[in-house]
């Protein structure tokens, strides 16, 4: 049949190794989904695929075998999916308007984690209705605390959540816990003062290890919820590299500013040649320079008094 890959493409179906079937890609933000689109899934798969889903590392599912020509059968099937997460899209069952910004990955987040800071899946859904549909290739990934079990550093925006630990002193029978684990499982910020414990702002990460073990709840999470927000890390051929802090101690107003704004700098300096018409933004900072990239992503944004927001940044990685 004649086909329009891009448009095949776009309308989030993979060309595959298999002559005449595709594999359809199913955004899931945050990683978090009703129970009952699993059926609907499991359907399309039967009927249409080969009757096996893959499970993506970006969190969404795969179902490949479908031919070329059921792809307008599944888009309809599917759009109580992309309704019921709440994804933007254009003509209701046209599927998929777009497929060039990944699905935003998250840890599961506050809503299960004693650790994490923030609950991912509501801010991924968030950014999501920011940003989709867009056909740049961003990755963005959230982390609920600096364990960053999600690997944000990957990501050309990683987002981990952070805590400003408040402290009662009133409450605290000078036990040490606090101390003890900071020094253990965190970055040793918290030394022992004039019976109390004396914290080190510059060295705190926000990791709520003192909230999470001391026994009378001396230490406390911040009503505020901060960030830490790192970007341009990278895998592929050329030049894989972890990402770097941007903002410390950032608001989700601010990242989700700062991240729309970078579609902006993108549409402005992408390299219109590049294969497939898709860039690496930090390939696209290597060329403009970091101090070009910050002038258009902090346009327009406020930080917050204790935001700290990085002057230059320096990426390392292996080069080939």
């Not at 086909?3 to 899931?28: E, P, W």
């Not at 599961?108 to 994490?116: L, M, T, Y």
């Not at 899946?121 to 364990?147: M, Q, S, W």
């Not at 051929?237 to 990402?243: I, M």
Request: some cysteine; glycine content about 10%; hydrophobic content about 30%.
């Amino acid at each position: 049949m004649d086909l329009n890959t891009k448009k095949v493409k776009k309308n989030a179906y993979r060309i595959t190794k298999v002559r005449g079937k595709s594999a359809l890609r199913i955004r899931i933000p945050g990683g978090h989904l009703p129970a009952e689109h699993l059926r609907t899934i499991q359907h399309i798969a039967d009927t249409f695929g080969n009757g096996t889903v893959h499970l993506t590392v970006r969190q969404g599912f795969e179902v490949p075998g479908i031919p070329y020509e059921k792809m307008p059968e599944v888009n309809k099937l599917i759009q109580p999916i992309i309704e019921g997460l709440g994804i933007n899209h254009g003509n209701p069952g046209d599927g998929y308007p777009s497929a060039g910004t990944r699905n935003i990955s998250a840890c599961i987040g506050e809503r299960v984690c004693p650790f994490a800071c923030y609950d991912t899946t509501a801010f991924a859904k968030r950014i999501e209705k920011a940003v989709y549909p867009h056909d740049f290739h961003f990755k963005i990934a959230l982390t609920g605390c600096p364990n960053d079990c999600a690997k944000i550093r990957l990501h050309d925006f990683g987002i981990i959540g952070m805590t400003h630990p408040q402290f009662e002193a009133e409450r605290c029978v000078n036990c040490k816990a606090c101390i003890k684990f900071c020094k253990k499982k965190s970055v040793e910020a918290l030394t022992e003062g004039n019976w109390q414990p004396d914290k080190n702002d510059e060295k705190c990460i926000g990791c709520g290890e003192c909230v999470l073990n001391c026994p009378t709840s001396a230490w406390t999470r911040s009503r505020e919820k901060y960030y830490r927000l790192t970007i341009m890390g990278r895998t592929g051929k050329r030049n894989p590299r972890l990402s770097e802090d941007f903002i410390k101690w950032v608001d989700e107003d601010s990242i989700i500013k700062i991240i729309c704004n970078t579609y902006k700098y993108v549409d402005k300096f992408l390299d219109r040649g590049a294969p497939g018409g898709k860039e690496h933004i930090g390939y696209i900072v290597d060329r403009t320079g970091f101090e070009e990239y910050k002038k258009w992503a902090m346009e327009g944004v406020t930080l917050g008094p204790l935001a700290e927001l990085k002057h230059t940044v320096y990426w390392g990685g292996k080069w080939y």
